[in-house]
């Protein structure tokens, strides 16, 4: 299988976001206040890293007390400007993190077994084989 030219990855990207301000506003105020409420019911796994009850505290409280209209209009406005606008200020970044990443990506494709039946084990095993080696190379793109 092949992998798009990555030279091509920003533009791509870029357009997409671009045009997508208003999906992305709507969808992140439709996940309304349960977003802030999830985050503080795993305090947990944040506080294993901090190793503090007193930040653990302060984390869950702050995020109790968050305004979710305030959240909605800074969303609804500065957010999506910034949403959109990224499509453009950061297609340099994203060019160079598809330089990068793109011919990687290509010979992990290239060194996965064949395709089996439609919810074969093999395409299971595929699956984890390109998840693997795609989280392999974090921090190297």
Not at 78 to 97: D, E, L, P, V
């Amino acid at each position: 299988m092949a992998i798009q030219d990555p030279s091509k990855w920003a533009g791509a990207w870029g357009s997409g976001v671009s045009r997508s301000g208003d999906k992305w506003a709507a969808d992140y105020v439709a996940a309304g206040p349960a977003i802030f409420q999830k985050a503080a019911a795993s305090v947990g796994d944040w506080q294993a890293a901090v190793s503090s009850q007193l930040a653990a505290d302060a984390f869950v409280k702050g995020l109790q007390t968050v305004n979710f209209s305030q959240v909605t209009a800074t969303v609804q406005g500065a957010g999506k400007t910034k949403y959109t606008t990224s499509g453009t200020t950061k297609q340099a970044s994203y060019a160079s993190f598809a330089q990068a990443f793109g011919p990687k990506l290509q010979t992990i494709v290239n060194q996965l077994p064949p395709r089996g039946p439609r919810g074969s084990a093999v395409n299971r095993q595929r699956l984890n084989q390109l998840l693997d080696a795609v989280q392999a190379t974090r921090g190297q793109n």
